[in-house]
């Protein structure tokens, strides 16, 4: 019988992962290629990674991750690699259970949304712990989260992909969470600026500035527009795996240091390594 002076300790909650999830409606901004890289990322840094593609169609990040271990095989080599899997579940209440499942495996749980707008894509970014949405530097990216006006280039109001997320923030930080789940981070990555004019830079990084103020996001550069990020794709091979990638020039490098100021920007929490760091530079 129990001694009530000393009550059984409750038991340890779960263990959950943190769950990225990259979204955005629109196609065409590096969503899958900053994906697998940060994912690739953190593999190196020791953490349990998996990646979960919910566009079972087009399945960009699950064939990268394919081609990844396609090469590694043929190469008899051994690197830091990502598990991954592709949704094929029909509705959100399937996902909620594939998410459930998969992130008692791991640290981090990457969610990859499909370019476009549906209840399977809602419910990933609405239970996302760190939302990032990644978007070029054009006013026609920027529209996905706020509409301008043509003259003075003032915010005019929200889109729905901005309210939802507004939403799903408000909901989240309203509930009693008991613990487990952090506030929900929204991320702006601005993607290819170096192929932006000056102006229009600073036009929407002005109306950046004003919408995040506005529902609360957080603004970080993200990766350069850059040949060889297509290139990479083939062979699943990323910017961080040295050794294996031939000469890189310079700008390769700048574009390494990209990738790493990205994932400082995202400010992750820290994690229990199971395996040696390995260096990122």
């Given at each position: 019988m129990n001694d009530p002076t000393f009550p059984t300790p409750a038991a340890a909650p779960p263990k959950?992962?943190?769950?990225?999830?990259?979204?955005?409606?629109?196609?065409?901004?590096?969503?899958?290629?900053?994906?697998v890289h940060i994912a690739v990322a953190l593999s190196y840094l020791g953490a349990r990674v998996m990646a979960l593609d919910l566009d079972a169609r087009q399945r960009t990040t699950h064939r990268y991750i394919e081609n990844r271990l396609s090469t590694l095989e043929k190469r008899r080599i051994t690197l830091p690699t990502p598990g991954c899997e592709v949704f094929r579940g029909r509705g959100p209440e399937a996902l909620l259970v594939t998410i459930d499942r998969l992130e008692k495996l791991c640290d981090f749980l990457i969610i990859d949304n499909p370019g476009r707008d549906d209840p399977i894509a809602r419910?990933?970014?609405?239970?996302?712990?760190?939302?990032?949405?990644?978007?070029?530097?054009?006013?026609?990216?920027?529209?996905?989260?706020?509409?301008?006006?043509?003259?003075?280039?003032?915010?005019?109001?929200?889109?729905?992909?901005a309210e939802l997320i507004w939403e799903a923030r408000m909901k989240r930080s309203r509930a009693t969470i008991d613990g487990r789940r952090p506030e929900m981070d929204w991320i702006v990555v601005r993607n290819r600026t170096g192929h932006v004019e000056a102006r229009n830079m600073a036009r929407i990084e002005q109306a950046l500035t004003e919408m995040s103020k506005r529902v609360g996001f957080r603004v970080a550069h993200g990766l350069s527009e850059r040949v060889i990020y297509r290139e990479l794709f083939p062979s699943g091979l990323t910017l961080l795996d040295k050794g294996h990638l031939g000469e890189l020039g310079t700008s390769h490098l700048i574009a390494r240091q990209e990738l790493r100021a990205l994932l400082k920007a995202l400010n992750l929490p820290e994690f229990t390594r199971d395996q040696p760091r390995l260096e990122l530079a």
């Amino acid at each position: 019988m129990n001694d009530p002076t000393f009550p059984t300790p409750a038991a340890a909650p779960p263990k959950t992962a943190h769950r990225i999830v990259f979204a955005n409606e629109k196609g065409g901004t590096g969503k899958s290629t900053t994906a697998v890289h940060i994912a690739v990322a953190l593999s190196y840094l020791g953490a349990r990674v998996m990646a979960l593609d919910l566009d079972a169609r087009q399945r960009t990040t699950h064939r990268y991750i394919e081609n990844r271990l396609s090469t590694l095989e043929k190469r008899r080599i051994t690197l830091p690699t990502p598990g991954c899997e592709v949704f094929r579940g029909r509705g959100p209440e399937a996902l909620l259970v594939t998410i459930d499942r998969l992130e008692k495996l791991c640290d981090f749980l990457i969610i990859d949304n499909p370019g476009r707008d549906d209840p399977i894509a809602r419910t990933a970014a609405e239970n996302a712990d760190t939302l990032v949405t990644p978007m070029n530097d054009s006013f026609v990216d920027f529209d996905l989260i706020g509409q301008v006006d043509a003259e003075t280039f003032k915010v005019k109001k929200l889109s729905f992909f901005a309210e939802l997320i507004w939403e799903a923030r408000m909901k989240r930080s309203r509930a009693t969470i008991d613990g487990r789940r952090p506030e929900m981070d929204w991320i702006v990555v601005r993607n290819r600026t170096g192929h932006v004019e000056a102006r229009n830079m600073a036009r929407i990084e002005q109306a950046l500035t004003e919408m995040s103020k506005r529902v609360g996001f957080r603004v970080a550069h993200g990766l350069s527009e850059r040949v060889i990020y297509r290139e990479l794709f083939p062979s699943g091979l990323t910017l961080l795996d040295k050794g294996h990638l031939g000469e890189l020039g310079t700008s390769h490098l700048i574009a390494r240091q990209e990738l790493r100021a990205l994932l400082k920007a995202l400010n992750l929490p820290e994690f229990t390594r199971d395996q040696p760091r390995l260096e990122l530079a």
